[in-house]
């Protein structure tokens, strides 16, 4: 509270964003890749913020890291060349083989976590 912005770890500068967003009482929160950059020791604390919202608010969560979109979302899209391959809900999307078959080809496999 009596530091400023600029001493603040880059993970806590991320949750102040977070919580002036809030501060608006949003309907949607949007979030691009809320946790790049953010060192690993600080990535808990800001997914468990985020986890916690009210059930009001919705997350609209744009990631690249799959683990952590499979332990965060409750449905998902997946877009390829930024046209929509799918939605589904995570084991859907997991299970799905066009997905299989895109990310395999990109050497990545998705997976379903949880």
Known sequence: ????????AYGKRRLL???????C??????????VAGVPAGEREELLQ??????ADVSVLLIEHDMDLVFSFADRMTV???GAVLTEGSPDEIANNPEVKAV???HGEEVTAHG
Request: hydrophobic share 50%; no cysteine.
């Open 79 to 81: 877009l390829v060349n």
């Open 49 to 54: 913020t985020v986890a916690a919202l009210p």
């Open 103 to 105: 990310y395999r080809g």
């Open 25 to 34: 009482e949003p309907r949607v929160l949007l979030l691009d890749e809320p």
């Open 1 to 8: 509270m009596n530091q400023r912005t600029e001493h603040l």
């Open 17 to 23: 964003e977070i919580a002036i967003a809030l501060a």
